[in-house]
């Protein structure tokens, strides 16, 4: 706090270095932005964040400028706020008004700077957008007549998530988002991770929807639907029903599946402990045989596209586990089909994501067998908040309840998967244990432990120092691999995530997750592993069920048919 | 073999991403026009993704992303042409020629191109097709012209 400014005349303090805005927002005070992504560079493109600053012909950008001492600011001046007006204005001229039908009504952020700046008559008409949807993605749906042309999506898609998909095309009115040559998301790189979606104002980007298909196998009688959840979901739903960021909802969402009509409800972070069985027990072996080194993590889709597509060459350091979803998708149409003894065909397999990639994962040709998919849809976060709405359920009137047996009951090593340093954490759980045959002493692993892009430790397993390393972004990816096709050889294990922070922060999570949220979410996954009693995947009683009965061994022959895959280069652009 | 695109690009071994135009304006030249592979191709070498390079090369009127057909057809919007209705010609050719401007037909007989006054104005509307200019072109007149061309095949 060095600087003194004036801000609507009354003084303030800022720090030398920070832009206007952030000035203004450490003073609780705060403009309207558009092109503004914290922790990116400004662009100062938009101009939504215009200030008049005495002294200066023009207004200035307020989150590109630097706060100077002395400054004198009026964030909300008469022509302050025309020109944010007329911003808004040309915006909405253009623009299809379609918002009663639009997945963003209600969460949009023209919407409410239309409202904001008080805009109640159409001062400017003009030619509406007019584009055709892309609908060729697995995973995304893309409108760009409703595109207000922030920029947000191409540079999360470049700058976090080193992929590029998308990009600015043509010039001047024509300008709009989109893919090489016109050829659609399907054909592009993009790895469906779904960040675009989460910075995106408006309707212009949003999931493909499963909701119809699975209301309409919810009514029909001959199928037995069942569903799964995912590790980060029920510390995800908490804004939507206007709770604190991160509460635990689990067994209100078990009461709530219910109510909608599935028949059976597991937690995907059963299939979590499977993965860590067999991720681990890979680690070992690869370990004390010799094989590629470092092992990487295989449970985001996001990152396993990525891999396929621009790191060919590490496709064998990726573990040949499945993803939780799939792991579980497979043994719901193998064992629980046989115990239950309903015939596969008759089972409809719905999964709940934080993920729009998992959207794409079921589809994946390597993810069936014999020609019945393993999980037949996956709905996100948003769109399960839409189905209870949809169900007319009253969250605060359920009793919480259980997750059905045996595929509900999960070691909170499954439910930290959903936090960034998760998987890493409970594979190493297990791995001391399979390589020691003990426990450890205190099972935090600190190192790998909070939402930073990266993060490095060193871990001692009997005499093994093993190396570790966790990624999220996928361009910290990049920048990981690079280091070790350089040479690096101190890191053994590698956890990537596509999502910063992990699938708490998951592109199918609900819009406006901030930093809080993820935060919250996180603390509060790693608050459920603080207080359960079954901290490792190896001591889940179901886990050590399920290979007696039915797996054998992990890595076995019945494991390597169901819980394992293998990767196929692409070439995309 | 090297492709044309390799041999235009040994040309600028040393140089970064601010030879992207100039690279893209070569290979315009030698081809014609902007294909898929010859962006992937600059795309490698220069180390940028290939959506952006069709990004920055869209940004710019000169450049073609189909290969020209046998015929390149320019319809004039410049001034006086829109004054005399030049928007109701572009309108009938597109819809004519079953393509939209930068595209080429099926057969590569015709491309469409959209460019700004031709120094024609006193033909205002006018088209041109390889360099031959036909004037005060309306909705009546256009099938005439391209039957023109189609026969000069047959
Ligand atoms: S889903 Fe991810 S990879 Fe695909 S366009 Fe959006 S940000 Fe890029
Ligand atoms: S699609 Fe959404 S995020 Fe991308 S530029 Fe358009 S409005 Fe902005
Ligand atoms: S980090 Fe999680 S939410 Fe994001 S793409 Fe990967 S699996 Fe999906
Ligand atoms: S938010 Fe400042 S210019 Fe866009
Ligand atoms: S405006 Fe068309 S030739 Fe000049």
Redesign the interface.
Known sequence: MNLTIEVNNNILTANQGDTILDALNQNGLSVPTLCHMKGLLPTGACRMCVVEVEGRKNLVTACSEPVLDGMKIKTHSGRVIESRKTIVELLLSNHPDDCLYCERNGSCELQDLAEDLHIRERRISGQKNKYKLDVSSASIVRDPAKCILCGRCVRVCEEIEGVSAIDFVGRGSKTFIDTFFNHGLNLSTCVNCGQCIMVCPTGALKEKDHICEIKDMLSDPEKTVVVQYAPSISVSLAEEFGLASGKNMVGVLNAALRRMGFNFVFDTSFSADLTIMEEASELVHRVTTGGTLPMITSCCPGWVKYAEEFQHDMIDNLSTCKSPQQMMGAIIKSYFAETESISPENIYSVSVMPCTAKKFEQQREEMSHNGISDVDAVLTTRELARMIRLYGIDIAKLEPELADSPLGTRSSAGKIFGTSGGVMEAAIRSAHYFITGKEMVKFQVKGVRGLEGRKEAKIKIGDLDVGVAVVSGLKNAEILMEEIRNGRKDIHFIEVMACPGGCINGGGQLIGTDDEAVKARMLSLYDIDEKDAIKVSHKNPYIVELYDKFLGKPLGHKSHHLLHTHYQKRFVN | MKTTVQEILDQYQDSGRDSLIPILQNVQEKLGFLS?ES??EV?KFLKM????I??VA????QFR?NQPGKYHVQVCRGTACHVLGSATVLEEVEKHLKVKAGQTTKDKLFSLEVVACIGACGLAPVISINGEFHAKVSTDTIKGIFDDYKNREE
């Open positions: 898929e962006v992937i795309s993704p290939a959506s952006k069709f990004g869209t940004f710019y009127n992303f």
